[in-house]
């Protein structure tokens, strides 16, 4: 079975542009969490789905941020417009109620980089 | 305070050795308690989980909760030059799915 799978695995883009990171979860899975990665803050959770509802959202840091969930299978991460402080590596996982609860499965994450 | 610390690192036990991570929580009510290893440049893989106090074996890895002190540790017995990674506790609240991580313990195990 496929894991999460997240593109692109990498992206650079000039400050202003506008990132979109895409992410399909594990099949059967119905939570759905984004997570961004630095150095300097570690692992923060930026929002997590339910049922493809936006449940909480208040990791995401600014109005330029937003997530949508249109399907089960497929979310996006939207940055516009982007920032040199958003480079990070951005991570979704996925979990489910079945099995090891509260278990997430991560996908192997988007590096971005914003110059 | 930080919801989830961890004993500064980085952390350098001799192959064979134990390593011990250590991790406070900040929500008394926190119910789930979860070990992350992470090699560099990848992403985090689920390698222990404990939910009730006491000690949790699996392998080489044991993790040990104590809710009353809100503290869980992470022993790895035997270490071995592949168990080099950074270490990441996670805690979740009660009645809720989000995971908070501490920012992580980076172990090196010398041959």
């Known amino acids: 079975d496929a894991g999460v799978i997240q593109s692109p695995r990498h992206e650079v883009t000039e400050m202003g542009q506008e990132v979109t990171l895409r992410c399909k979860p594990i099949s059967g899975h119905d939570y759905l969490f984004w997570y961004r990665q630095t150095m300097m803050r570690g692992l923060e959770l930026l929002i997590y789905?339910?049922?493809?509802?936006?449940?909480?959202d208040s990791g995401m840091p600014e109005d330029r941020f937003s997530a949508k969930m249109p399907n089960a299978s497929f979310s996006t991460l939207k940055i516009q417009p982007s920032e040199p402080r958003d480079s990070a590596v951005y991570f979704c996982?996925?979990?489910?109620?079945?099995?090891?609860?509260?278990?997430?499965?991560f996908g192997p994450g988007t590096r971005l980089t914003v110059t | 305070q930080k919801e989830v610390e961890q004993n500064s690192g980085p952390l350098s036990v001799p192959e064979g050795a134990i390593a011990s991570l250590n991790c406070t929580y900040s929500?008394?009510?926190?119910?789930?308690f979860f070990w992350y290893r992470q090699y560099s440049g990848k992403s985090p893989e689920l390698i222990m989980f404990?939910?009730?106090?006491g000690d949790k074996e699996d392998g080489r890895f044991t993790a040990q909760l104590n809710k009353a002190s809100q503290y869980v540790s992470l022993l790895i017995r035997d270490s071995q030059p592949s168990d080099s990674a950074t270490y990441l506790c996670a805690v979740t609240p009660l009645g809720d799915y989000k995971l908070s991580f501490g920012a992580g313990t980076t172990v090196t195990v010398r041959a």
């Open positions: 929500d008394r009510g926190s119910q789930s």
């Open positions: 404990i939910y009730s106090n």
């Open positions: 996982a996925s979990s489910s109620d079945r099995g090891v609860k509260y278990e997430q499965y």
């Open positions: 789905f339910n049922n493809n509802v936006p449940i909480d």
